[in-house]
């Protein structure tokens, strides 16, 4: 079966029945319906179809994985902040360490899946100090990449 990418909108609002429309269906589709007295027994329905997520490494459970983003100054006030406050940190999520820039449409990051070093000019000392505190630095990326000809802040322009 190949994947399917058509626009559709699936309406629950109703108690005892539900609707589908879908846009231009190419081919057959197949659909499970889960359903379960509480989220819990939704969950297991849909991860019997699916297939269960392994379980979390034992770090994650001993302390606070916060998602700080806004460049190097920023990140390193939020983070002195919460560690004054007692937060026992043991990751720092950041979807913004390739940089950003204002798109027609908004701000967006800088889809090139490079360090910005302009947007965290101390990285490697950043990193290094959190290591030293037994914190991890964790990363977003995705498959999309922007065109960013013409923009000082890259290196390369892998699009």
Sequence with gaps: MKDHTELGIIDFTQKKSFSILLW????EINTWLVYG???????KGITNLTG????????????????????QEKVDA???FLKSQGVPIKAVWMQD?????KFPEGVRLLWNWQLNRKHYHDWDNMVANWKAEGVRPMVYMNPYFANLTGNPEIRTNYF
């Design 24 to 27: 231009k269906p190419k081919q």
């Design 37 to 43: 007295d509480d989220l819990k027994e939704v969950v």
């Design 52 to 71: 269960r997520q392994k379980a979390l490494p034992a770090w994650t459970q001993e302390g606070a994985i916060v998602g700080l983003q806004g460049g």
């Design 78 to 80: 939020q983070y002195a």
């Design 97 to 101: 360490w390739v940089g950003t820039f």
